[in-house]
């Protein structure tokens, strides 16, 4: 199966959202909404990480939708986890 997208693509814009948009902090400063919102811990980040994601390509991006795919991708679902897990390390 082919994928338009790569993994290191998703790692790219995920690694330019936390640098440019400080993402992980503003899950963090919401974390207690998002864990009542999904429940468990896990869910709750991924929701976070990607809801301020796209908030920061509406803003930041000249032309977000040729990203749009990209950030809901399976490779971005992946970057996501990998991210979270090394941010709270």
């Given at each position: ?31 207690t909404w998002w864990l ?37 991708s399976p ?15």
């Amino acid at each position: 199966m082919a994928t338009r997208y790569t993994l290191d693509e998703a790692r790219e814009l995920l690694s330019n959202a936390q640098q440019y948009g400080d993402i992980f902090d503003l899950v963090v400063s919401g974390l207690t909404w998002w864990l009542e919102k999904y429940g468990d811990t896990r869910t709750a980040w991924y929701h976070g990480i990607k809801h301020y994601l796209l908030e920061w390509m509406d803003e930041a991006c000249n032309d977000s939708n040729s990203n749009y795919g990209l950030a809901h991708s399976p490779e971005m679902a992946t970057a996501i986890g990998e991210f979270t897990e090394r941010m709270l390390d």
